[in-house]
């Protein structure tokens, strides 16, 4: 199993700019995480998935942040328009169905926006 | 609301003694809690769950308790080596739903 995929690995981009972090989940995993991770805050949940529909949103910081999960096996988390604080590592985790909750990262997007 | 509080001084140690991680949490009762590993330019990797029932855990050299009363984890490693130097965040479940709230992580590491 390759694990949960990430693209593109690092992202640089002018303020204003649309920005899309792609993510593919392991295969057969019905739940999908999007975190974002910051020295200053930590890893924060912006929003998850279950069976492709999205379940809480909370997260999101503003409206400029959307996220979409069209199959069970791609998800698109977009930032539009981008500011310089939305620099920060994005990561896709997924897991299973089950009480455990133990979820797989995947490598993570290094965003730097100009 | 829910609080998970990691030492966020970073702990140095020598190679072959025992480093302890301490997780504190607060306005929580979970049913269970989980350690992860996180390298510099990876995503946090999961190493160990521990139940509300359960008082200790081991996977190899490493070892985790959990104190419910004290609501308080400890995550040792014993006999550490440098290839553990790391980041080690504990997570706890969210009260409703299938999250996780993710501690700020404690740097740990280990010199030759």
């Known amino acids: 199993d390759a694990g949960v995929i990430q693209s593109p690995r690092h992202e640089v981009t002018e303020m204003g700019q649309e920005v899309t972090l792609r993510c593919k989940p392991i295969?057969?995993?019905?739940?999908l995480f999007w975190y974002r991770q910051t020295m200053m805050r930590g890893l924060e949940l912006l929003i998850y998935?279950?069976?492709?529909?999205?379940?809480?949103d909370s997260g999101m910081p503003e409206d400029r942040f959307s996220a979409k999960m069209p199959n069970a096996s791609f998800s698109t988390l977009k930032i539009q328009p981008s500011e310089p604080r939305d620099s920060a590592v994005y990561f896709c985790a997924s897991r299973s169905s089950g009480f455990t909750d133990t979820q797989y990262f995947g490598p993570g997007t290094r965003l730097t926006v100009l | 609301s829910q609080k998970i509080e990691q030492n966020s001084e970073a702990l140095n140690i020598q190679e072959g003694k025992t480093a302890t991680l301490t997780c504190n949490y607060t306005?929580?009762?979970?049913?269970?809690l989980q350690w992860y590993r996180q390298d510099p330019g990876r995503g946090p990797v999961f190493l160990l769950l521990?139940?509300?029932?359960?008082k200790e855990k081991r996977k190899e050299r490493l070892k985790v308790t959990f104190d419910t009363t004290l609501k308080q984890s400890l995550f040792h490693i014993t006999a550490s080596q440098p290839a553990d130097s790391a980041t080690y965040l504990c997570a706890l479940p969210k009260a409703a739903g299938n999250k996780l709230t993710f501690g700020g992580g404690t740097r740990v590491l280990v010199k030759p």
């Open positions: 306005n929580y009762s979970p049913a269970y």
């Open positions: 295969s057969g995993h019905d739940y």
């Open positions: 521990i139940r509300e029932n359960e």
């Open positions: 998935f279950n069976n492709n529909v999205p379940i809480d």
